[in-house]
T-cell receptor, first 118, second 111 residues
Framework: GAVVSQHPSRVICKSGTSVKIECRSL??????MFWYRQFPKQSLMLMATSNEGSKATYEQGVEKDKFLINHASLTLSTLTVTSAHPEDSSFYIC??????????????FGEGSRLTVL | GQQVMQIPQYQHVQEGEDFTTYCNSSTTLSNIQWYKQRPGGHPVFLIQ?????EVKKQKRLTFQFGEAKKNSSLHITATQTTDVGTYFCAGRSGGSYIPTFGRGTSLIVHP
């Protein structure tokens, strides 16, 4: 099956610093990746859709200057939380869908990254 | 915009009892997917339903897609402790390729 690797799995940072989270599709190409935020015992909140070679599409209420998304290749998308504050502490998960004719609509999720901002 | 409502939010069952979670969409769906997220883990794809009235089974799990393609259910027969986790439905409508996730139902199975 398709594998999506997300790194780091856990990160603790000081308030005001920036944190980069990587999402890689290991054995397939993904022109589209999604970034979610999940609060404890709650659902997946879609933050943005990351498109290879173009700007990300952000959901309403998500600050694009706060959460920078880059999808520079068909297998890698990154989310950078800039000037992180304690309220940004959360579980961030990415997902990817196969490109083109191999796409069945199924989403493959990364393992998630738990961010703690002190 | 499209909304997907999922109930119940939590369900406690004794091992061996059945379990059902329901999803309802405000719009007609082109398809619906189901995912399972174990505690501390990430969502894993279970199945996708596309046809009106479709029923699919995976061992003790039965998935249904309503005739109007606006609702779906997941039923687990004779739950086991390994079934513990949160089950999410995710529906797509129109030409959108972005699924909208329900809130999820957390299943707790007591041995």
């Amino acid at each position: 099956g398709a594998v999506v690797s997300q790194h780091p799995s856990r990160v603790i940072c000081k308030s005001g610093t920036s944190v980069k989270i990587e999402c890689r599709s290991l054995d397939f190409q993904a022109t589209t990746m999604f970034w979610y935020r999940q609060f404890p015992k709650q659902s997946l909140m879609l933050m943005a859709t990351s498109n290879e070679g173009s700007k990300a599409t952000y959901e309403q209420g998500v600050e694009k200057d706060k959460f920078l998304i880059n999808h520079a290749s068909l297998t890698l998308s990154t989310l950078t939380v800039t000037s992180a504050h304690p309220e940004d502490s959360s579980f961030y998960i990415c997902s990817a869908r196969r490109s083109g004719g191999e796409n069945t609509g199924e989403l493959f999720f990364g393992e998630g990254s738990r961010l703690t901002v002190l | 915009g499209q909304q997907v409502m999922q109930i119940p939010q939590y369900q406690h069952v004794q091992e061996g009892e059945d379990f059902t979670t329901y999803c309802n969409s405000s719009t007609t769906l082109s398809n619906i997917q189901w995912y399972k997220q174990r505690p501390g883990g990430h969502p894993v794809f279970l199945i996708q339903l596309v046809k009106s009235g479709e029923v699919k089974k995976q061992k003790r799990l039965t998935f249904q897609f309503g005739e109007a393609k606006k609702n779906s259910s997941l039923h687990i027969t004779a739950t086991q402790t390994t079934d513990v986790g949160t089950y999410f439905c995710a529906g797509r409508s129109g030409g959108s390729y972005i699924p909208t996730f329900g809130r999820g139902t957390s299943l707790i199975v007591h041995p």
